[in-house]
């Protein structure tokens, strides 16, 4: 007898994945569902609970949204944020404890972790089990990830055969203490908030007191990431629909894109290329002439060029 699966948003990264790996096992039967009923959480929610394990691969609003709809038998594995800390759902962490293996098996909800969370829970909590960490230690992580983890749209905008000079280097991210993986880290490493928090706000403070042109490089750093992102998507948009073969649009293209590689080298490559550079300017073109110009780009590229 076949085991019914269900790949709630098979259509993304993580859902084709998964699918790709079931596909071969003969012992296991994947449903499917419309192009139209994935858009409706009553039909998702109808083809979940005909199946022996679904896996919501979905942002965490829609996996909250279609919980409820669900049957209380009804095995489900969620690869979003929305239940990693929830006391009702068992972390997906099989090396997490003695006897979590045993607890997942027997599960019907299982949150699966993040992944920049499994590799600081890997080495942090079985130190603090041990008591060989204190709970309330001051941890600091960094932590790569690869253009994959931003979904199908990303990997299309790093794997284009022309793309912005920005994408060539890293970017930087999660500068605030609001990373969406911190709540599961403290948890299931048994962190106390309070000490985060102390962390957080004294690390605040101390960036305060760095040296202005310091202080100023992380402001520049934000404010090109800012942009990074949506300029790299009308970039897609400018080669797709063919775009560049219009000269105003392939000039204003390549003055964003010069702009933007300088300010990127310098900050992630070479410091020294931004010597002598007015920082508040550059965060002042970023932040307040850069997305206007994004957004008459964005309109104008969005549809097919028509010459003449």
């Known amino acids: 007898m076949s085991v019914k699966v269900f790949i709630d ?17 003969p012992e296991i039967e994947l449903l499917s569902i419309s192009e139209e009923g994935r858009k409706d959480v009553n039909e998702r929610a109808k083809v979940i609970n005909s199946a022996d394990l679904a896996f919501l691969c979905l942002p965490d609003a829609a996996s909250r949204e279609v919980m409820p709809l669900l049957r209380p038998d009804v095995k489900v594995l ?22 979590q293996r045993e607890a997942i098996a027997g599960a019907r909800h299982v949150a699966n972790p993040g992944c920049h969370a499994t590799g600081f829970i890997s080495i942090v909590a079985p130190l603090v089990q041990a008591g060989l960490l204190s709970a ?7 932590s790569l990830t690869r253009y994959s983890g931003g979904g ?13 000079e920005s994408l060539y280097s890293p970017g930087l991210y999660g500068l605030t203490q609001a990373h969406k993986h911190l709540p599961e880290m403290q948890k299931l490493c048994g962190l106390t908030l309070d000490t985060l928090l102390e962390a957080a706000d004294r690390q605040s403070r101390e960036l305060a007191f760095l040296p ?28 797709e629909n063919g775009w560049m073969n219009d000269e105003q649009t392939a000039t204003e293209m390549k003055a964003l894109s010069d702009t933007l590689g300088f300010i990127g080298k310098g900050l992630t490559e070479d410091i020294s290329l931004l010597d002598g550079s007015d920082f508040d300017a550059l965060i002042d073109y970023l932040e307040n002439e850069f997305p206007p110009a994004l957004e008459e780009l964005s309109e104008r590229v969005s549809v097919p060029y028509e010459a003449g």
């Open 9 to 25: 948003g098979s259509a993304g990264t993580t859902g084709l994945r998964i699918a790709d790996r079931l596909a071969a096992r």
């Open 78 to 99: 969620d690869t979003s944020t929305a239940f990693r800390t929830d006391p009702n759902w068992v972390y997906g962490f099989p090396e997490l404890r003695l006897g």
């Open 136 to 142: 309330d230690a001051d941890l600091c992580c960094f």
């Open 152 to 164: 199908k749209k990303m990997i299309a905008q790093y794997e284009a055969a022309e793309k912005a």
């Open 212 to 239: 202005r042109w310091e202080a100023r490089q992380l402001d520049l750093t934000a404010a090109y990431n800012n942009v990074a992102v949506p300029y790299n998507e009308i970039a897609t948009a400018v080669n």
